[in-house]
């Protein structure tokens, strides 16, 4: 039986060459304050925030909400004072001591290859999940986040998660902040890494609104095709 699905929103910022990194692949500042704001409201109206393995090893994000007045809006309205975090993939590379580990409900949806032992230890900190051998079920994955009451889930990252789910047809929006900047590189990580699409297979988008945050330009868009149940 099909249960629908949560609704799934990418938001990501970029350089105008479409890099959201250099080709150092460290953390780099891309967006400015003002956009940071928007980005906590989106956390804020989420019920979880998911990002990819490669994304907790290099930048080892909080992802709670920096508002105090949103979190006290959170708890007015019954719910915790941050989304649940979400991180996905092999599991080895994971630092125990991680700040992504050390805030709030955290979940980990991992594969059959990571290692047993550091399975084990990484239950005493999360709700661990094993789905699928080399790469995680994602329509399992939000079958049981979706049981777990999750409506609304947003993507922080990084490019191969971001490829993995619109492959799938799972995403339903995505919010994109251009930068005024220019990184280069064939091997800087781009806004959809993967193995990428063929032309018959691309994604098409419409576009549902921009804003423009001073050189900073904000688009949101629809995916037309994407699943509603799974």
């Known amino acids: 039986m099909k249960v629908r699905k949560p609704f799934v929103f990418i938001n990501c910022a970029m350089s105008l060459d479409g890099k959201i990194s250099t080709i150092e692949r460290k953390q780099v500042r891309i967006s400015s304050d003002e956009d940071l704001r928007r980005v906590d409201e989106l956390r804020a109206e989420s019920d979880a925030i998911l990002v990819g393995m490669n994304t907790i ?60 032992e550091k399975i084990e230890r990484l239950r005493k900190k999360a709700d661990v999940h094993v789905l699928g051998k080399d790469r995680v079920n994602l329509n399992k994955m939000l ?49 959809v890494d993967g193995e990428g699409f063929k032309l018959n297979e691309a994604i098409d988008l419409k576009l549902l609104g921009t804003e423009n945050l001073h050189d900073l330009l904000v688009l949101r868009y629809e995916i037309k095709d994407s699943k509603k149940y799974i």
Do not use: H
Request: glycine share 12%; net charge positive; no cysteine.
């Open 57 to 116: 090893a290099i930048d080892d994000p909080k992802l709670t909400i920096k508002s105090e007045r949103l979190r006290r809006e959170r708890l007015k309205r019954g719910l915790p004072e941050n989304p649940i975090k979400i991180g996905i993939g092999n599991v080895n590379g994971m630092k125990l001591n991680s700040d992504f580990l050390n805030y709030g409900k955290i979940i980990v949806f991992t594969t059959e290859n990571s290692n047993p």
């Open 143 to 191: 079958r049981t986040l979706a049981g777990m009451g999750v409506k609304k889930l947003m993507i922080e990252g990084g490019g191969t998660v971001n490829f993995e789910f619109l492959k799938e047809g799972l995403v339903d929006e995505i919010y994109v902040t251009v930068a005024p900047r220019i990184f280069g590189g064939v091997n800087a990580p781009t806004l």
